[in-house]
């Protein structure tokens, strides 16, 4: 079965402060994708990845940076973290593109900026 | 722009009734349509997909019927149990290397 694992679970963050979330798969997976998820919103994209060293700019870009160093690892960095980042952080995976393939989803990271 | 939409936002029914989750989309070149579970504090995980070449998808007690023309699609959830209470999120994508889309899910509560 797939396994998407994020690190840190929860955060807590201030304000003007540099975040690092991380996501790791075991599934030699190409595609990585980052997602935030706030009441009312839905998921909405940050950033994706089809391979190790390359990143793609999702719907809402800005305020994120994102590296895929591996085909294992994905990380989203928050450089000055704002209170409009609250929210819960998704990390998923996915074999193909995405349109033909399942996602897989972390369990997520639960960010808190004061 | 809200290309997917789903509703109702919040649905509520008992124990052994069909619940009936709704989506709409607005892209035409959507060709692909999964359904994604989420319970409380975990992340969504697929619970059944549609492509747009078929009309209707089972697996269970899980159905989706999807309308082309209309660009609507439907998740029936038949015999409801109380287990089944999570958001229901739809989503959208045109297949290739396109971003995905996601409506912004229906809460239901299945009462026993």
């Known amino acids: 079965e797939a396994a998407v694992t994020q690190s840190p679970r929860s955060k807590v963050a201030v304000t003007g402060g540099k975040v690092t979330l991380s996501c790791h798969q075991t599934?030699?997976?190409?595609?990585m994708y980052w997602y935030r998820q706030d009441t009312g919103h839905g998921l909405r994209l940050i950033h994706y990845?089809?391979?190790?060293?390359?990143?793609e700019k999702g719907d809402i870009p800005d305020g994120y940076k994102a590296s895929r160093p591996s085909q294992e690892n994905f990380s989203l960095i928050l450089e000055l973290a704002s209170l409009s980042q609250t929210a819960v952080y998704f990390c998923?995976?996915?074999?193909?593109?995405?349109?033909?393939?399942?996602?897989?989803f972390g369990p997520g990271t639960r960010l808190l900026v004061l | 722009q809200q290309q997917v939409r789903q509703s109702p936002q919040s649905l509520t029914v008992w124990e052994g009734e069909t619940a009936i989750l709704n989506c709409s989309y607005e892209?035409?070149?959507?060709?692909?349509f999964p359904w994604y579970q989420q319970f409380p504090g975990e992340g969504p995980a697929l619970l059944i997909s549609?492509?747009?070449?078929?009309d209707k998808k089972e697996d269970g007690r899980f159905t989706i019927f999807f309308n082309k023309r209309e660009k609507k699609l439907s998740l029936h959830i038949t015999d409801s149990q109380p287990g089944d209470s999570a958001t229901y999120f739809c989503?959208?994508?045109?297949?290739?290397?396109?971003?995905?889309?996601f409506g912004k899910g229906t809460s239901l509560v299945v009462h026993p």
């Open positions: 990845s089809y391979v190790a060293d390359s990143t």
């Open positions: 989503a959208a994508s045109p297949g290739g290397n396109y971003k995905p889309t």
């Open positions: 549609i492509r747009s070449v078929s």
């Open positions: 998923a995976s996915s074999d193909r593109d995405w349109g033909q393939d399942t996602q897989y």
């Open positions: 599934n030699n997976h190409d595609y």
């Open positions: 892209d035409s070149t959507f060709n692909y």
